[in-house]
Structures are given as C-alpha cells and as structure tokens.
C-alpha cells in the first residue's frame, strides 16, 4: 500500500527579534526557536525544536504541498541556514496568494479576525520572550495555533474562493483567493 505525500500546513517561531539581527534583512540569522506542522490528511501535529531541523527540512520535502502565512519570505529565509541553501519546494503562501490580488500585506491575525471571527491568542514578540524564558510548551501551543488557524483560512479558502479582512476604513471586504 502506498501513501500519497501530505499536504502539511507549516508555521515557525524564532528566537530572536528583527532589531537583534540588525532588521528585516537579516531574517536569515533569527534561528528557528520552534515549528509546527499539521498533516492536511491525517489532521495530525508534529512539534519540532532547533535540534529537529533535519527532520522538519526531510518532511517539508517530502511533502506534496507546503501551506502557510509568509512562509516563503519569513519561514524559509529562517531556515535556509540550517538547509545551507533557499528552500524549493511546492508551496501556497496565502499571504502572497493575497497580496497578488490586493498589492498590499495583510497580518494573519485581520485575516482570521475578518474570515474566521476570532484572531492569534499572541504575536511573535511573545513567542521570543517564550523562547528566552524556556517556556517551550506555551511557545509550541502558540505556533500549533497559528497552524490551526493557517489550516482554516486554507479551508475557508478552497470552499468559498474567498477570505475576508477589514479595510484601512475598518469595513470588512472579501478577497479573492485561487486555491
């Protein structure tokens, strides 16, 4: 019997902050503090730490798909170092699926507020001060619900063609997405 390659929903968390690397530019010396995937298919999470990195790259590419929030400029620049090299593999970025249709960036938070009525329980500072203070578990859970969340909004997706965030103007407005 043979198995298909997942379709894994992806996120990670740093250890460090932009302004400890020297700006946004640098996202490539932030180190991976954690990361989460979801297999689509199985619903199941797998957890992994800095020291797992390996296995995260094997099952990244191992995978049929790669979905996720900025995963092509944030989460893979943060691991290029650990891959000695950029990352190709198959991948829908929805944030880039969205900015290709408005020109500007959303945060994931206004698209979950927005589509799914309910936002991120934290942001990333948090997740740095997680990581610093040794509270793994509370900075696992964290990026495990940014994964949930990146799981709905690509579900949302592909069932109505749509996701929704608040205007600069506050009005909600729905955004096309192909996928």
């Not at 400029?73 to 900015?99: C, H, I, M, S, W």
Request: charged share 20%.
């Amino acid at each position: 019997m043979t198995t298909s390659a997942p379709i894994l929903i992806f996120d990670l968390e740093t250890q460090l902050l932009s302004d400890e690397v020297g700006g946004w530019s640098n996202i490539a010396k932030m180190k991976m503090a954690c990361a989460v995937t979801c297999n689509l298919t199985t619903g199941q999470f797998a957890d992994y730490l800095e020291a797992d990195v390996e296995k995260l790259l094997a099952d990244l590419h191992a995978a049929s798909l790669v979905v996720g929030f900025n995963v092509r400029r944030f989460d893979y620049e943060v691991l290029r170092p650990y891959a000695g090299k950029p990352l190709q593999l198959p991948t829908l970025d929805l944030l880039e699926n969205l900015y290709q249709t408005l020109g500007f960036r959303l945060s994931l938070d206004a698209v979950a507020g927005g589509t799914l009525g309910h936002s991120k329980s934290a942001d990333g500072v948090l997740a740095v001060h997680w990581f610093k203070s040794g509270q793994t578990e509370k900075l696992l859970d964290y990026c495990r619900q940014d994964v949930q969340v990146t799981r709905e909004l690509y579900d949302y997706g592909q069932q109505h063609k749509h996701l929704k965030s608040s205007d600069k103007f506050g009005r909600l407005k729905q955004v096309a997405v192909r996928w």
